[in-house]
């Protein structure tokens, strides 16, 4: 976005909202809660869950930008939210976060691995660090193409 817009915390798991920002006149960006819902009681995952399928399943829904540690192989939560966007036939673009923390080497064969872990196409990858700016151009491109309708 070119600006901080949303708030976040050292704490994984405090937000257990659906934040919405409008973004000029035309599109919303919708933040979901991470996966630190896993750790609130029955009531509150059941909830998430439900705020999650909503999410997915509005009809004017361009794609999702589903975040990861490219340092970690995907977790039981990273499973369920691949098929919870398979079943809902999500467009996704996945940005593999701290890539600062790897070398070059190692940063292509997790982003191999991870794509190849996720049954993803190439173009729906995008490697990124916000701490080096690293892929955020790239980044921005890609959810320009999902956000115009592109295969991304």
Do not use: C
Request: glycine fraction near 12%; charged fraction near 25%; hydrophobic fraction near 40%.
């Amino acid at each position: 976005m070119g600006r901080r817009i949303a708030k976040i915390s050292g704490t994984p798991g405090k937000t257990r909202a659906l934040n919405v920002f409008r973004i000029g006149t035309s599109y919303y960006f919708l933040d979901l809660p991470g996966y630190g819902y896993a750790r609130a009681g029955k009531g509150q995952r059941a909830a998430f869950r439900g705020l999650l399928k909503h999410a997915l399943r509005r009809e004017r829904l361009r794609g999702v930008v589903w975040i990861l540690d490219i340092r970690h192989a995907p977790s039981a939560d990273d499973r369920a939210m691949q098929d919870a966007l398979v079943e809902g036939q999500t467009h996704v673009l996945a940005a593999l976060t701290k890539a600062d923390k790897l070398s070059t080497a190692q940063r292509e064969t997790r982003a191999r691995e991870l794509r190849e872990a996720l049954e993803l196409p190439e173009d729906q990858i995008v490697v990124t660090s916000a701490k080096t700016g690293y892929g955020i151009v790239e980044l921005k491109d890609a959810i320009g193409g999902l956000i115009s309708g592109g295969t991304s």
